[in-house]
């Protein structure tokens, strides 16, 4: 497949483009998506191969649910003794958010010096941020020394621009639903068939529950590869038990701590990493892997805010404030599910303040709300991109919501701490970029 279309790039970040190296990277190519491998095998040659220095590879596609799966797979990694590098996307405040380096963020010096021999080595030839940004990441893991490479696909798997290992020590796939229909629909089974080109020769892969339709081509890609298959619900399980997580795999089951990111679907997550970990290394100890699994750290994903400016305002209103980036409708029912669990515990109305990209299903996602009836406040954010205020209202009433406008986020905020009664839980979400706005606000929530 050779397609050229012009559409979103993964990589691209239209709030946050200050950082002088994401000037310098978008200005390759700010906005053509390749659908192939080509540009990136290009500057790699180029380079000397980076990408066959590097460790063992942990690949991670999916629709919902890679971001989380990654961090629990870096924290057992970790807990084990391990360095391991990690590439994510996209970033929420600052591009060195997107590489680590044995555990640590990539320097502004390292990016620097690692974007300048990128440039001389791509010689202006058409390459996209993502795709770079990809390249400056393989060339900054094979240079440090680790003992395992942690890759999170940017869109879709096939032909996105981190599918380059011939045989990368475990492919995993997270949960795939209905998102960037744009680029990879229009049907589930063609989103799947993206997500499954991650699947290598003879090369292990794990994958989450997944729809029936997506389930048949992740299936049949596996065995026209002849690729060990672990699928969730039939080879392992996990579930929580007693707020534990109890993990089923073929020969052993284990008893660990809960997630240490919020939220029941959370429990799938990091049941989908520790069968990716055994895979990768059949030894790990159960010490290792609840102690990795209960210190993971995501930020955005279901995100207790306790500090910055809103944090502030909501605490002395006595409420508490929380965040999440998911931004399709398989996240709206996850997040609805983790709503309804801080409200069983604490029964305190719920409000949501909700931004999101102009192009997601914004009806889809608001649905799984219906029924607990949530306050909605519906803003914007500083994008090109953002749908308006009025956009997300027309779709939270099209999900039988009675929604109201803010002028953006603090305001919106501000809203939902006004109303008498009991103090409010209020839930930032709609997406990473509407979350990323908020996290910029103060050095005190930028991740590190």
Not at 2 to 15: K, N
Not at 127 to 141: D, H, K, R
Not at 146 to 172: H, K, M, Q, W, Y
Request: hydrophobic share 45%; net charge negative.
């Amino acid at each position: 497949m050779s397609d050229v279309l012009r559409a979103p790039d993964p990589g691209y970040d239209p709030i946050r483009a200050s950082d002088a190296v994401i000037q310098r990277l978008r200005a390759n190519h700010p906005t053509l998506i390749d659908l192939t491998t080509g540009r990136v095998e290009r500057l790699l040659a180029a380079l000397g191969r980076p990408d066959l220095k590097l460790p063992p590879v942990i690949h991670v596609a999916g629709t919902n649910g890679k971001g989380s799966t990654v961090a629990y797979l870096r924290a057992i990694a970790e807990a084990a003794g391990l360095r391991a590098h990690a590439l994510t996307s996209p970033h929420l405040v600052r591009f060195a958010e997107r590489i680590r380096l044995a555990g640590k963020l990539i320097t502004d010096e390292q990016l620097t010096e690692l974007t300048d021999r990128l440039e001389a080595a791509n010689d202006g030839q058409p390459i996209s941020f993502f795709e770079i940004t990809t390249v400056l990441a393989f060339l900054a893991f094979a240079e440090t020394p680790a003992d395992v490479c942690i890759v999170e696909v940017g869109l879709g798997g096939r032909f996105d621009a981190t599918n380059i290992f011939a045989a990368p020590a475990v492919s995993v796939i997270t949960p795939v639903d209905y998102d960037h229909l744009e680029m990879l629909g229009p049907g589930l089974g063609k989103i799947a068939w993206e997500k499954a080109g991650i699947i290598k020769h003879g090369r292990p892969v794990v994958v989450a529950r997944q729809p029936e339709e997506a389930l048949e081509m992740i299936e049949r890609e596996a065995d026209d590869r002849m690729a060990p298959m672990l699928l969730a619900g039939r080879d392992f399980d996990a579930w929580e038990e007693r707020g534990r997580l109890l993990v089923q795999m073929p020969d052993r089951l284990l008893d660990l701590p809960p997630p240490g990111l919020f939220g029941g679907y959370q429990f799938d997550n990091a049941g989908v990493a520790v069968a990716a970990a055994l895979m990768f290394d059949h030894g790990l100890s159960d010490e290792v892997l609840g102690r990795g699994v209960a210190q993971a750290v995501w930020p955005a994903r279901m995100q207790r805010l306790t500090a910055g400016p809103l944090a502030e305002l909501a605490r002395a209103r006595g409420a508490d404030l929380w965040l999440d980036g998911g931004h399709n409708p398989h996240a709206g029912r996850a997040l609805a599910e983790a709503a309804s669990r801080i409200v069983d515990r604490d029964p305190r109305p719920l409000v949501l303040v909700t931004g999101m990209f102009a192009r997601k299903d914004a009806e889809g996602y608001f649905r799984p709300f219906a029924e607990m009836r949530p306050r909605v406040i519906c803003t914007t954010f500083d994008s090109p991109n953002a749908a308006s205020a009025e956009e997300l209202v027309d779709a939270a009433v099209k999900a039988g919501l009675a929604p109201e406008t803010a002028a953006n986020v603090s305001d919106g905020v501000a809203r939902a701490l006004e109303a008498d009664g009991p103090a409010p839980h209020v839930l930032i979400c709609g997406g990473l970029h509407f979350a990323g706005e908020v996290l910029a606000m103060s050095e005190e929530t930028w991740p590190t």
